[in-house]
């Protein structure tokens, strides 16, 4: 029952073109991000492990989410910025068009402006991690598979969705569906007032 919930929402996302006017938070249950596929497919991938705790009280939510595919799991309250976290899942067509211009910004500008996939509200986490790895994606990716991220500061009310973690803790965000690497340069540079 929980999962056809979950489909059920995965499927209001994608018809409504992944801009919901509100993603809903399903029931709490376990959908497992790391399936021992899961594991392997990543393993022979290039993306990163989850990052590491690097604070005490970095300005994100005290919530703990499971790294997609495998690895440690991430407190986000332990992360500091500047951080760029996008919000995306599999079946969102503007995720799919945006994913490869972040992979490429990712290669480019990561030691300076690291990033943090999430994959949300996504029933389906093998999908999204072949997607994912399809797109090129390198770095690191945690799963909200059912939504606890909804109530949050990270709530989204669709995808994909941008956060940015400044260094002082605070929190903004910015639409997502950017086209190309030219767009998120501005769009990061804008944010953080920074030159890339």
């Known amino acids: 029952m929980r999962r056809v919930l979950?489909?059920?929402v995965v499927a209001l996302l994608a018809l409504?073109?992944?801009s919901a006017k509100d993603v809903v938070k399903a029931p709490s249950a376990d959908i497992d991000v790391a399936?021992?596929?899961m594991v392997a497919m990543k393993a022979k991938s290039d993306i990163e492990p989850c990052p590491a705790p690097e604070t005490k009280d970095g300005g994100l939510p005290a919530k703990t989410v499971r790294c997609l595919g495998g690895g440690r799991s991430v407190d986000l309250s332990t992360l500091k910025g500047p951080?760029?976290?996008n919000f995306w899942n599999s079946p969102c067509v503007e995720c799919q068009k945006e994913s490869p211009a972040l992979a490429k910004f990712y290669r480019d500008y990561g030691r300076r402006i690291p990033v943090l996939g999430v994959d949300a509200v996504d029933g389906y986490p093998?999908?999204?991690l072949r997607k994912a790895i399809g797109w090129g994606i390198t770095y690191p990716i945690v799963a909200d598979p059912l939504g606890d991220?909804?109530?949050t500061k990270l709530s989204v009310r669709g995808v994909p969705t941008f956060f940015f973690l400044h260094a002082d803790g605070s929190l903004t965000a910015e639409a997502g569906g950017?086209?190309?690497e030219a767009q998120i340069v501005a769009m990061v540079e804008k944010q953080f007032g920074i030159q890339l």
């Open 16 to 18: 409504s073109g992944c």
């Open 83 to 85: 951080l760029v976290l």
């Open 149 to 151: 991220l909804q109530g």
């Open 178 to 180: 950017k086209k190309n």
């Open 126 to 128: 093998g999908i999204a």
């Open 6 to 8: 979950v489909a059920a």
């Open 35 to 37: 399936t021992p596929d």
